[in-house]
């Protein structure tokens, strides 16, 4: 058998020269026969600052070398190197005695940088297809009540219960229904759906078949964004392979079921992450948001019963149906059960993926993972949860990771995406681009939004334009606060109902930033 | 709005049947008609329309809603540089003014020697190493003006290469 050797095709890990490694190494492989070695390409362990991250099999266990620069290649691959440890100063030892990595709770990422993507096989040999396999010795109702007994909610944002949503969409008399994947991750600072496709896209088919199972629907749809090639790529060759193995299409796994699979591109629509919006682009329409109710579970896809899932919700049901639902329900806090992936970016010097259960502080996180600013200055200021989510000031740093306890301070955890920003930010900024975001990716259906984004990118302007009476400049104030208010009640969707969380997080953390004259106001005027 | 000659319209045609029976075909389409011949041409909206049986207004519509569906012909390279949070952390506020200033254009607009088209995009999932710029398929992470420079010269003398 042939010796192993791993670097990864994760878009981040290539961005950072992952493709040049795997050239010089396929080529010394080709020189010298006798290493007998064998170059795979996986997913990512989501230490990036650590890529290129070759990775050596030996008896004991991988070795880590990184970050590794294609001319390190010849001394790091010798006979030695797939017996043990080498004296080499890239080498970090074991990857999984690496305590950023052993700290953590893998269990949606558990293979995410360990196998071969795309090989059924590798995918069976470590776990694969277990949660499927007992998921078809039970009824659509066992297996809903499973996933409402692991307490799993939605990670795309709203963190509503999975397993009720599913429940909903069972109810519904026997028809066409469909399972639809949000994979439009559109938030930024957020990649934890990107990897987990990238690098093992079969957990998140298997959590689709197992999710059609539950509600008897027999066809599913990805709805990928376009920004994303890499998993796209390697989406679709997951399924063609998932379909030679006899897991998607007709009789899935030997069984009476069937279930098909397709993956649809998004169009750079922000506002098509918006589930109804999600689902006229899906129909081939402009991704107007649509007004509920009819909620998806009953007049979704087509006008069919539709379950609309976040790639990582799904990707964690068939750790529930190995474990059960109970095992998963374990980790966690108060009504913030199983894991996060957390996504640390922004100006960090250890940025990646953090899988942990509920109930850590954001502070003990940053310690522990972060390592500080990229920059080496003081961190300022912490956007969490996306473009719509709140700007937290160094006070609220201890607030524990639970759905309720950042909404207790008016924030939100989203999709996890944790952005960091140093001491020479400009807040006011910050809430200027919130506003001009939500005018770029509104879709127009209502008022508050369309026209309320456009407001406050002027009357922002305003106020930071340096030749205000500080009567005008409270003038100006108050028109923001009820700009925001009108944003927040009078919308129909969360583009623009949250829109107002980063600006009113930047105005009262933050009010020094918004005099004049600004710290560095240059920065947008010609934005 | 551009046009695209008979030979053109005769392989968007083509493009069309292939994909037309699938559920809710008008995106995979569109995707289908731009990665071929790099824009949405106006004469393939009627065909379009007449395929999924629309009307011509409501393809139009589907096109301008979208930012990734473009009606003039790109520059030989599509260069889209990530304005979210993240990248804003890491300096992209000047890596912006900086690719701006040296390609002499603006967001949406193509230099006049045809080669660049510069776009703006919300995220490229590659936030762990912000500041990101996509080109073709290519994302690249950590640019800073310098860097820039570099990928830019990569690529000017790939295509010379190519000639
Ligand atoms: C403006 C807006 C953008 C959204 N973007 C996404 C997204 O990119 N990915 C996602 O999974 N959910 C997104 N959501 C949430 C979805 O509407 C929906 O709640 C989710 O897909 C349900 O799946 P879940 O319960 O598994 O989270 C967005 C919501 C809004 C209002
Ligand atoms: S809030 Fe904005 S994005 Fe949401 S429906 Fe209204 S206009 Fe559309
Ligand atoms: S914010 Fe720029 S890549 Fe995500």
């Known amino acids: 058998m042939s010796r192993k050797i791993y670097l990864s095709l994760d878009t981040t890990a290539r961005s950072r020269g992952t493709d040049l490694v795997a050239a010089q190494v396929e080529k010394k492989l080709k020189a010298q026969p006798e290493l007998n070695g064998k170059l795979i390409r996986n997913g990512s362990r989501g230490m990036f600052w650590l890529e290129p991250l070759l990775e050596i099999s030996t008896p004991k266990g991988r070795v880590a070398y990184g970050p590794v620069a294609a001319s390190d290649v010849s001394a790091i691959l010798n006979q030695q190197c797939f017996d043990d440890v080498i004296e080499h100063p890239l080498c970090l030892g074991f990857t999984e005695q690496l305590p950023w990595l052993k700290s953590q709770q893998r269990l949606t990422f558990a293979r995410v940088g360990v196998i071969d993507p795309v090989d059924v096989e590798d995918y069976i040999n470590h776990d694969g297809f277990v949660g499927l396999t007992n998921a078809l010795a039970k009824t659509a109702q066992q297996l809903v009540d499973q996933v409402k007994e692991s307490g799993l909610r939605g990670r795309g944002g709203a963190a509503f219960p999975t397993g009720i949503k599913w429940q909903t969409v069972l109810d519904e008399p026997e028809q066409q229904k469909y399972i639809v994947c949000n994979a439009d991750e559109g938030d930024s600072g957020t990649f934890a759906d990107r990897m987990l496709m990238e690098g093992d896209p079969f957990v998140l088919i298997e959590g689709m078949i197992i999710a059609g199972l539950s509600v008897g629907a027999n066809q599913g749809y990805i709805y990928l964004r376009s920004e994303y090639p890499q998993a796209h790529h390697i989406l679709k060759l997951a399924i063609k392979n998932a379909e030679k193995a006899g897991y998607l299409g007709q009789n899935i796994a030997g069984s009476q079921h069937h279930f098909a699979l397709e993956v649809r591109l998004g169009a750079g629509a922000y506002i098509c992450g918006e589930e109804t919006s999600l689902l006229e682009s899906l129909e081939g329409k402009r991704g107007l948001v649509r007004a509920k109710p009819p909620l998806p579970a009953i007049e979704g896809l087509f006008g069919q019963p539709t379950v609309v899932n976040n790639v990582i919700s799904l990707a964690s049901v068939p750790y529930i149906l190995t474990h059960g639902g109970a095992k998963y329900r374990d980790y966690g806090m108060g009504r913030s059960r199983g894991t996060l992936p957390v996504q640390l970016a922004g100006n960090i010097a250890q940025g990646g993926l953090v899988e942990l259960a509920f109930g850590i502080s954001l502070n003990q996180l940053l310690q522990q993972y972060g390592n500080g600013t990229k920059s080496k200055r003081a961190m300022s200021s912490i956007q969490v949860g996306g473009p719509l989510g709140a700007y937290l000031p160094s006070e609220q740093w201890d607030t524990p990771l639970d759905y309720e306890a950042f909404s207790s301070i008016g924030a939100v955890l989203g999709h996890g995406g944790i952005v960091v920003f140093d001491d020479t930010v400009d807040m006011a900024a910050q809430a200027r681009f919130a506003m001009e975001f939500c005018e770029v990716e509104s879709c127009g259906k209502c008022t508050p939004c369309r026209i309320g984004a456009v407001r406050g990118v002027e009357v922002i302007d305003k106020l930071l334009a340096g030749n205000n009476s500080e009567a005008q400049r409270q003038d100006h104030l108050s028109l923001l606060h009820d700009l925001c208010d009108t944003m927040e009640f009078g919308s129909l969707c969360a583009m623009g109902g949250m829109t107002p969380f980063p600006v009113r997080s930047a105005l009262k953390y933050f009010p020094d930033h918004f005099v004049t004259p600004p710290l560095n106001h240059e920065d947008q005027v010609n934005d | ?163």
């Not at chain 2, 007449?50 to 930012?67: D, I, P, T, W």
């Open chain 2, 1 to 163: 709005m551009a046009v695209i000659n008979e030979q053109g319209l005769q392989q968007i045609a083509e493009i069309i049947k292939q994909h037309q029976m699938l559920a809710g075909a008008m995106l995979p389409i569109l995707h289908a008609i731009q990665n071929s011949v790099a824009f949405i041409p106006d004469n393939a909206m009627p065909l379009i329309a007449k395929a999924l049986n629309v009307s011509r207004a409501e393809v139009h519509g589907v096109v301008s809603f979208y930012h990734h569906f473009r009606t003039e012909k790109p520059g030989n390279h599509v260069i889209e540089v990530c304005r979210g949070e993240s990248c804003q952390a890491m300096g992209s506020r000047t890596l912006e003014r900086a690719i701006k200033s040296k390609l002499a254009i603006d967001y949406h607009q193509t230099s006049s020697d045809q080669q660049y088209t510069l776009e703006p995009v919300y995220c490229l999932g590659n936030c762990a190493c912000s500041p990101a710029i996509r080109i073709g398929d290519d994302i690249h992470g950590e640019v800073d003006p310098g860097k820039f420079e570099q990928i830019l010269d990569a690529l000017t003398t790939y295509s010379l290469e190519l000639k």
